[in-house]
């Protein structure tokens, strides 16, 4: 039988469809810092999401490559308009909603301002599908074990986001981070902890020396959370506005200076990175302490439920939609989570040389806390590494040069101990209570930075 010639109209819709499909993959490839999604498809972190945590069929969707980078050209349109006026708007809206009042120091009728009374309503009450039960569960769940939060916080989800160029350069150019490691390390700690701070399950287990009035709900307006959501959103938006306009050259000296970084008159390099601090990159830092945190956890040892996993990633979601996240971008539930990370992760340029300086100052601390010569403070350093090899891969560990450790597996040995305590906790209310007494303690003992420098922790 003669083979079918394919007729005109079959080539051209062929050569159509090559055309798109060209079109479709260059569409995503438009800013310099994202690669192709098959370019770094054997990164640990990757594979073992692909695995274990996506379903068998899973395919990157076009949809979303486009949501992504889209995303790298949009910031915080609200906050970016008061900031380009000039207005810091942080004190003025909290007094505004706490108070009723703008302070009058401010000279400018900040009422009529569209922006601020966008603002204004976003921050005066909870969002409609807000659900304080589910983000009380949530809450619970992520402050049960106060040792592997900040373990988690600072050996996996700052790390992992320490490979990854365009999350790391804002971070180097402002300088904060190389030479404040400690201050960052624990700002960041104190608000993960405000974010999560919940009313007492036991009244009486309240901390007998604080002052502080306790408060009936999670993210309560007003409350610690809600205003350290407010002050992160005008510090990204001023570190956003300085790096635009190529105030910020910490970096110099620091990185090797590539043409990429910056314009040649200074600036921030717009086409190549988008946008400083934007939409998408701070899902994924919205991502970094919420669904990783979680996982780590998981992978620790600790039992967390559906519902307590659906209520770590609402309690997130409130507190992102006030630091200026789109809502609209942010993916629904873990399955969805897992697919955007994931697909964010494939098309990320990584750059191991930009994160080191960040990578070292944070894995430096223990020794400098403790003295140069501690075993200590080496043995704790080393744990600490084990952690982000572990979790987060060899080759991000090799590529931001953490050292490799012999006792590395002795950092799982706390995953049967957090299984025990786990199960004794949910079968017995007198285990229960003791390991809340404990916890409690635990996580007093960790504030010891704040409860110097920091008026809320004192």
């Known amino acids: 039988m003669k083979p079918k010639t394919p007729s005109k109209s079959d080539t051209d819709i062929s050569n159509e469809q090559l055309i798109q499909h060209k079109k479709s993959v260059a569409s995503y490839q438009r800013h310099g810092r994202t690669t192709a ?10 594979r073992r999401i692909r695995r274990y945590l996506l379903p068998k069929d899973f395919t990157i969707s076009q949809d979303l490559l486009e949501e992504i980078v889209a995303g790298y050209d949009i910031g915080d349109p609200l906050a970016d308009a008061l900031t380009a006026d000039g207005i810091r708007f942080g004190r003025p809206l909290q007094n505004l909603i706490v108070d009723g009042n703008v302070n009058p120091s401010i000279n400018i009728d900040l009422t009529t301002n569209p922006s601020f009374s966008s603002l204004t309503e976003q921050f005066s009450s909870h969002p409609d599908w807000f659900n304080p039960k589910l983000a009380q569960i949530g809450a619970v769940a992520y402050r049960r074990y106060p040792l592997m939060l900040i373990w988690l916080l600072r050996n996996v989800a700052l790390m992992a986001g320490y490979s990854i160029p365009a999350l790391s350069l804002p971070l180097i150019q402002t300088g904060a981070l190389m030479h404040d490691a400690l201050p960052r390390l624990m700002r960041t700690y104190a608000y993960i902890l405000a974010v999560s ?10 901390h007998h ?4 009035k306790p408060i009936d709900q999670v993210l309560a307006i007003g409350s610690e959370g809600w205003r350290q959501s407010i002050n992160v959103r005008q510090i990204h938006t001023l570190v956003r506005q300085n790096l ?3 105030k910020g050259n910490a970096a110099a000296g620091v990185i090797p200076n590539a043409d990429q970084h910056h314009n040649p008159d200074g600036t921030w390099n717009t086409a190549y990175w988008g946008i400083p601090i934007n939409q998408t990159d701070m899902i994924a830092t919205h991502l970094q302490f919420s669904l990783l945190i979680m996982r780590g956890l998981q992978l620790l040892g600790a039992r967390i439920s559906t519902e307590e996993a659906e209520g770590i990633l609402h309690l997130w979601n409130l507190a992102s939609y006030w630091m200026g996240v789109d809502l609209q971008r942010l993916p629904k539930g873990e399955a969805a989570c897992w697919e955007w990370l994931y697909t964010y992760l494939s098309i990320q340029q990584l750059d191991f040389k930009m994160g080191r300086p960040l990578a070292k100052a944070l894995h430096d601390l223990p020794r400098q806390l403790m003295g140069e010569d501690n075993r200590r403070g080496r043995f704790v350093e080393m744990v600490n590494a084990s952690v982000t090899r572990t979790i987060v891969g060899d ?14 597996f002795g950092v799982l040995s706390s995953v049967p101990i957090l299984f025990a305590l786990d199960t004794a ?31 809320y922790y004192k």
């Open 425 to 455: 906790r949910q079968h017995n209310s007198a285990v229960a209570d003791k390991l809340e007494q404990f916890r409690a303690k635990r996580q007093d003992n960790m504030n010891w930075w704040l409860k110097k420098n920091d008026d």
């Open 395 to 408: 080759d991000v560990g090799d590529g931001l040069q953490l050292p490799k450790s012999k006792i590395r």
């Open 37 to 46: 999604i098959t370019d770094h498809s054997d990164l640990q972190v990757l």
């Open 197 to 206: 701070e919940h009313p007492q399950l036991d009244p009486s287990a309240h």
């Open 244 to 246: 635009l306009k190529g």
């Open 209 to 212: 020396n604080n002052k502080r």
